[in-house]
């Protein structure tokens, strides 16, 4: 049940279908006043085709229009205002909530087809930074997202695990590392072997050419270069499932760029039988259309480059998965990136080309700055996590003391904050890293609403709620605004996943939770009257779509905190 939709069909009938329906739901508005009713439908483009006087046909329309959802319709100034049956669409409204649960919100925009979603993707051998963070956390709300509206969500995390860096990174081990140090705290040591190199390189232009050597070495299967590559690659990922794990966060794939190795040929070879490969400057290039410079596919010592092995893992997604859709959760400034890739693709005859998807975001910033691996200048995700629970925990000891299993509170509520403050803005901005702007616990923040959650969980145990379905009469005018936002649900989860944004389901949760806050500061829910069961029942679908709408962000909801 949708009351935008039940007015366009009524009104679509009413105008015996000479106007479309799309247009029609274009046309109506919400009218600035509460008085003017809760939908308003303009007649004056009616006007100039009917030839017929706007107010005219309001009042026509508004004696035609019969639907048990609403009451009544005036004609005003040209205006068809329309007032819902509010007893009736709030017994709706609950009835579908709680007959639905979690599933209220589902849709079949899908149809069953496999989506693939490339997130999260970190480079080995550097520190999972609060850049990737933002991919991380996206990617996953969105494959729930695209789950809920029907699609089969496939996780893959497209792991940087081969380039350049290897290189630099073996040249630096080699004059710099320990293996002692490297093997006790090996992100930490890595990241320091980095940092170093790029010091020393400025000085010394030869360290550029030996890491170019041992990425070569690397390339060609060299017994040292490859024992070296594991390692770095085993520690790495001992480290990021870590955090995964903190983050609640799995995958059903991990092939990442390595894993194209041995399917590049193959793709090179396409690209010659199809003519498509040009030499340039020793390098050989596909060249692209419009204003896109050519795509690079091999250098000139043969080596191969990220853009290739993205061309293979596409070949390879569509042979394995026969996506429909094809997400890849990266930054704006690889924008360039994946309108070559694409474009090669086209080229190659791919109609599945189509279903490509680049989902960029924004740059988490500190102090206004971007954060770079090279200067060592990174805010490290674990850190963060880790500070943000125990920040949790200090505030949820002085908020409820007697509260039991602290720490996994702490922790769900610690992550949660983390999550929220990133999926809450649009992810094409940039956002500022703030520790202290994630973990209030007042404002538009993760705990504002998780804590919304948790007080509806201790009214209903205290009220002794049980459930009960039947009609549902409540006229206090806070409840009423708690039943648009609850009916709006299904509509909001379907735009977030239209525009690939989180974020419409983040300020949705916040608005309900307020709508909520101010119900429970204005009407005695527990007290013991004859609506005592209908209030607690309200409060019960709210924790229902609260925790849907978090669970889709990722986030998790503890009923006491
Ligand atoms: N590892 C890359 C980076 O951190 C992101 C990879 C994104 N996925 C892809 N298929 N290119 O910049």
Redesign the pocket.
Known sequence: MNLRNELVDVLHHNLSGEFDKEIINRMIEKPKFENMGDLAFPCFELAKVLRKSPQSIALELSKQLQSPLFEKAEAINGYLNVFYNKDYVTTIVIQQILNQKGQYGCSNLGDHKVMTI??S???IAKPFSM??LR?TVIGNSLALIAEKVGYRPIR?N???DWGTQFGKLMVAYKLWGNQELLTKQPIKQLLNLYVKFHEEAEKDCKLENLAREWFKKLEDGDQEAIHLWKWFRDESLKEFSRIYELLGIEFDSYC??AFYNNKMDHVVQLLEEQKLIEQSEGAQVVKLEEDLPPCLIKKSDGTTL?AT??LA?ALYRQETYQFAKSL????NE?NL??KQ?FAVLEKMGYTWTEGMIHVPFGMMLKDGKKMSTRKGKVVLLEEVLYDAISLALEEIKKKNPALLLKDKVAREVGVGAVIFHDLKNFRKNDIDFSLEDMLKFEGETGPYVQYAHARASSLLRKGEYEEEHGAICIKDKEAWNIIIHLHSFPVVVQKSYQEYDPSQIAKYLINLSKSFNKYYSSVRILENDHLKQQRLTLVYTIKIVLNEGLRLLGIQTPNEM
Do not use: K
């Open positions: 490339d997130f993707s970190p480079n850049g990737h991919s893959i497209h792991l940087g990442g760029e990220y092995r993205d893992a890849y959760v990266v930054g690889q990136h994946f890739v």
